[in-house]
C-alpha cells in the first residue's frame, strides 16, 4: 500500500489536506470526509502540481522514463507518481528509469596524484583510466569514474516507500543547492594513497580546507536495492532509492571511515573529519560532503559510516600515522599474502613506485636465494669456498 499525502494550494479552500491511497482508490480529506479519485480529481477547489500534471492515457502497465540531462533526472519522480495517480491499476505499474543516448556525462581530463604509501605524498599523477583500473583492481569489479549521479533502475509498485510526502516533489530548491550538486570536482585538492590490501586506498588533501566547505556528492547510481550495501549510501528517497557507488562513481567513493568521537579524549585514533549532509530535490536524495573542521594538507578524509559497517567486516581505526589497526591481531598475516598481487597489479597499471617496489623484492629475493646457495655449498664443501 502507498498512501501520498498533498497539501491544497487552494488557501481559500475548506480542504488543506488529502491522503489518497493508491491501492484502493480512496482519498481521505480534512475531518474523515473519504471520496474516490475520480472525485478528487474533479474537486477543482484542491489544488496540486501534481493533479495538474499531464494525464496518461495506455492499456500498458510498464513505463519507461529515459531522461537526457540532469533536469530530466530531477523530474522522474513526479513522472513516477504522476503516473500512479493517471492509470486505472496503479499496482500492476513497472518502471524503468534511465539515462538516454543524449545524456552526456562529463569528460574528466584531470589528473590526480597517487602514493602508494599511506604516510607519504604522491609523486606521480595519474589519469582517470588509471584510477578507473586501480580502483577495479583493489576493489575486483568494473569501476567508471564520473561525475553525475544517475537513476539506472527496474523497479514495481510495491517497490516504492508505503509513505509519500508529495508536497516535496515540488519543494523549492536554492540555486546555489543545484550549484553544489553539479559542480565539477577540483582534483588539485585531493590525492589517492594506498593503505592496505584490505582498506585499498583513502583519500587525502592536499591543501587546506576550512570548516563548512562543501567537498562534492556522494556520487554513484540510485537504485532501490543494491547489492553492495558496503559502497552504498543508505538514504531512502520518495523512490526508496539509495546510492550504490561500487560500480560508478566519484572520489567520494575512497573516503575512509573513523569514528565521529572517540569517548577517550586523548584517543591515539583518527576521527571523522567530514560530515554529511542530505539535499532533497524533487524528491530526490542527494548526500553532500562537509568539512566538520579545518583539514590540514596531507590529512586523510574520513567519514562516520555508521555502527552497522563493521558487522560482516574486519574493525579497523586509523592511527597518527595513517596505519591501520586492526581489532584482529592476527589479520595482518592475510594482508601480506594479497599485498604482493596488489603490487603486481598497480605496476601494471602503471604506477611507478608499484613497479620499483617490485624490482626491489625480485632483487632481495634473489640475493637471499643467493646467500642460500652460498651457505649450503659452503657446507658441503667446508674450506673450499674460503
Not at 81 to 104: G, H, Q, R, T, W
Not at 175 to 194: C, G, P, Q, S
Request: hydrophobic share 40%; with cysteine; glycine share 6%.
Amino acid at each position: 500500500m502507498v498512501n501520498i499525502t498533498l497539501t491544497n494550494n487552494n488557501k481559500s479552500s475548506s480542504y488543506s489536506k488529502v491522503l489518497i491511497n493508491l491501492k484502493d482508490g480512496t482519498c481521505l480529506l480534512d475531518e474523515g470526509k473519504k471520496i474516490t479519485h475520480a472525485e478528487l480529481m474533479a474537486l477543482r477547489e484542491f489544488q496540486h502540481p501534481l493533479l495538474a500534471e499531464q494525464k496518461i492515457v495506455t492499456n500498458d502497465h510498464l513505463f519507461i522514463y529515459n531522461y537526457d540531462d540532469f533536469n530530466g533526472l530531477l523530474n522522474s519522480v513526479i513522472y513516477v507518481y504522476s503516473v500512479l495517480l493517471n492509470v486505472k491499476d496503479p499496482l500492476a505499474c513497472k518502471f524503468v528509469i534511465a539515462p538516454s543516448n543524449k545524456f552526456l556525462r562529463a569528460k574528466v581530463e584531470d589528473k590526480i596524484n597517487f602514493s602508494l604509501y599511506a604516510n607519504k605524498p604522491g609523486t606521480q599523477l595519474i589519469d582517470i583510466k588509471q584510477l578507473n583500473a586501480v580502483a577495479s583492481t583493489l576493489c575486483k569489479n568494473e569501476f567508471e569514474y564520473a561525475e553525475e549521479i544517475i537513476i539506472d533502475d527496474y523497479f514495481t509498485f510495491n517497490d516504492l516507500p508505503l509513505e509519500v510526502d508529495g508536497d516535496k516533489l515540488f519543494e523549492k530548491v536554492d540555486f546555489d543547492v543545484i550549484k553544489l550538486i553539479t559542480t565539477k570536482t577540483d582534483f588539485a585538492l585531493y590525492e589517492l594513497r594506498y593503505i592496505d590490501p584490505n582498506v585499498g586506498v583513502g583519500l587525502f588533501c592536499k591543501k587546506k580546507i576550512n570548516k563548512g566547505k562543501g567537498l562534492f556528492i556522494y556520487g554513484g547510481v540510485k537504485l532501490i536495492n543494491p547489492q553492495y550495501l558496503g559502497y552504498s549510501y543508505c538514504t531512502e528517497d520518495l523512490l526508496g532509492m539509495h546510492i550504490d557507488a561500487r560500480f560508478y562513481g566519484n572520489l567520494a567513493r575512497f573516503i575512509n571511515h573513523s569514528a565521529c568521537n572517540e569517548l577517550d579524549k586523548n584517543s591515539p585514533y583518527l576521527k571523522a573529519n567530514l560530515i554529511s549532509k542530505i539535499i532533497c530535490i524533487n524528491g530526490i536524495k542527494f548526500i553532500y560532503l562537509d568539512a566538520a573542521r579545518d583539514i590540514m594538507p596531507n590529512e586523510q578524509l574520513l567519514i562516520h559510516y555508521g555502527d552497522e559497517y563493521f558487522v560482516n567486516r574486519p574493525e579497523f581505526k586509523f592511527n597518527a600515522n595513517n596505519k591501520v589497526v586492526y581489532k584482529i591481531n592476527n589479520f595482518w598475516h592475510s594482508l601480506a599474502l594479497h599485498k604482493a598481487p596488489h603490487m603486481q597489479a598497480l605496476g601494471h597499471i602503471g604506477i611507478q613506485a608499484a613497479q620499483k617496489y617490485l624490482l626491489i623484492r625480485i632483487g632481495i629475493i634473489f640475493a637471499l636465494i643467493f646467500s642460500l646457495m652460498l651457505i649450503i655449498l659452503n657446507a658441503s664443501w667446508p674450506g673450499k669456498l674460503n
